[in-house]
């Protein structure tokens, strides 16, 4: 199961905001900060309310993050996916929503609003579209402005239902712009393939440099792409940057030893590997069976990129243990400090009863790292069906120069032992880097109940579904933004939120513990 196939439970709590009679329900579960870590002191969070849009259920606000500085005034934005949004009679067109930076932090920001019913932006708003499932910044045109790639996996071509397309929206001083906006599909002149049924082009995005020159490229996952009649074994497109931003010249189009089921490309990250300081491609298979005949292990295929616009796949790496879903989720950054990326995988179905892992693989040593809850001296506890790793995001949230790693848990249960448990609320735990690698010294747990935090935990709220990182105030360090699309506003199920929590030195905002009900004033 890829991270997108959650259903959205309703939540069975009705939940006021401004913090007005909540109850902290749960677990008290963040460990006190060691310095330079994350802390709740001037923490914020985001609703569609605060961003030109209206709470509704299912909207699923945050299930999709991305990080940027689309308007080009030194301060990161964040563009946020409502996949789930409603836009006029079209059930789940989806709509991305974008709050810009200000000198005064996201709190007061402006903002904009894209949907496919925006007079300007090409297509339609079509029912199931899911504009925004999918998000991630770039820059593709070689300006000062970032850009933003949007997955619409289930955007429908003449009887092709669910496709799939990617817009990309270019950056300006006002911000990103329908001006100039493309839609990429397998029917576009140029690209390789063609648009058929269920094919999800867009499910996931990534953005990199592949070819050394000075535009971003991007990076298109197709998981249900049936390979030589081999159904949902899967593909990797990739488009280049240029002057004029994406083009379809000399893409590629990457496809694994196919079998059924494989769902090649369902994530994807970008890392630098082969020494040569231009980045390569690492996907996510997650249905890929093992060697042995284990079915579904998944594995993480590493590809180099050459000059002239060309990858090869060298290695990879998985598990022989069946149903773990190695791929499922997946970055890379340098968690040991040692300039060569290392590869995070989530394998949220390993384990007993999808308990979930997280694999790290370290190419300089050739080792795979496991790392659980049930890993000595981790917080929290490994249990049935947690479906650990299921987002994964790296930032250096201590300041002490190795890359950390924020864990997404949204299917965790908070008080199991308590009469009325709270289900899939979900939380996120965040392990430092070392020399060693990732290490459960001073690691944190984070949600919706922790201290400070104080919005209180519901049923259903998916808290960690997506993650980005990024200085989201300006002082040098980074910060955790953490999608809740599945939280409950205002008796609205699954309408969604965004957290952001950031490291305990880093307050340029001047916000401190107990503002945060000021950030929930405008929804009511």
């Known amino acids: 199961m890829l991270t997108s196939d959650f259903a959205i439970k309703p939540a069975v709590r009705y939940r006021p905001i401004l913090g007005l009679g909540s109850v902290l329900l749960g677990l008290c579960l963040a460990a006190s900060p060691a310095a330079g870590q994350l802390a709740a002191d001037g923490n914020l969070r985001l609703f569609q309310n605060d961003l030109g849009g209206a709470a509704e259920a299912g909207d699923g606000f945050g299930g999709a993050l991305a990080v940027g500085d689309f308007d080009g005034d030194g ?184 079998q059924v089921g494989d769902r090649f490309g369902a994530a994807l990250a970008v890392g630098e590997r082969s020494g040569d300081g231009v980045d390569d491609l690492m996907v996510g298979v997650p249905g890929d069976d093992s060697t042995s005949g284990s079915i579904d292990t998944g594995i993480v295929r590493i590809a180099f990129s050459f000059p002239g616009r060309s990858f090869a796949f060298v290695s990879g790496f998985g598990t022989s243990e069946a149903d773990s879903a190695v791929g499922a989720a997946l970055t890379a950054c340098d968690v040991d400090a040692d300039d060569v990326s290392d590869i995070l995988a989530g394998a949220p179905d390993r384990g007993d009863e999808d308990t979930g892992a997280l694999l790290v693989f370290d190419e300089q040593s050739g080792g795979i790292q496991n790392l659980n809850q049930s890993t000595p001296g981790a917080l929290e506890t490994a249990e049935p069906f947690d479906r650990f790793a299921l987002a994964v995001a790296c930032g250096d949230f201590n300041g002490d120069g190795f890359d950390d790693a924020a864990v997404g848990v949204p299917l965790e249960n908070l008080d199991d032992d308590a009469p009325d448990p709270l289900l899939d609320t979900g939380i996120v735990q965040v392990f430092a880097g070392s020399a060693d690698g990732l290490t459960t010294v001073d690691d944190q747990v984070w949600s919706l109940s922790s201290p400070g935090i104080g919005f209180g935990s519901a049923d259903g709220d998916r808290f960690g579904a997506a993650l980005a990182v990024g200085d989201m105030d300006g002082d040098g360090g980074d910060d955790l933004v953490i999608g809740v699309p599945g939280a409950n506003i205002s008796g609205q199920a699954g309408a969604g939120l965004v957290q952001v929590i950031f490291r305990s030195t880093d307050f340029a905002d001047g916000f401190e513990s107990g503002d945060t009900a000021a950030w929930s004033a405008t929804v009511m």
């Open 75 to 258: 301060r990161l934005d964040v563009a946020i996916g409502a996949p789930g949004e409603q836009v006029g009679s079209a059930v789940e067109a989806g709509t991305v929503f974008v709050r810009y930076g200000s000198a005064d932090g996201l709190g007061s920001g402006d903002s904009a609003v894209f949907d496919q019913g925006l007079s300007g932006l090409l297509d339609d708003a079509e029912t199931g579209d899911r504009f925004g499932e999918a998000l991630a910044a770039g820059n593709f045109n070689g300006d000062v402005y970032t850009d933003l790639a949007i997955g619409v996996p289930g955007e429908t071509f003449g009887a092709a239902d669910g496709a799939g397309a990617v817009h990309v929206l270019y950056g300006g001083a006002g911000g990103l712009s329908t001006n100039g906006d493309q839609v990429w599909q397998q029917n576009s002149t140029g690209i390789e393939d063609l648009a058929e049924r269920d094919d999800g082009f867009g499910s996931a995005l990534a953005v990199g440099n592949f070819d050394d020159d000075a535009y971003d490229d991007l990076v298109i996952g197709v998981p249900g792409e049936d390979v030589v009649f081999t159904l949902d074994a899967g593909a990797v497109a990739v488009l280049f940057g240029s002057a004029g931003g994406i083009a379809a010249v000399d893409d590629v189009l990457l496809t694994n030893d196919p």
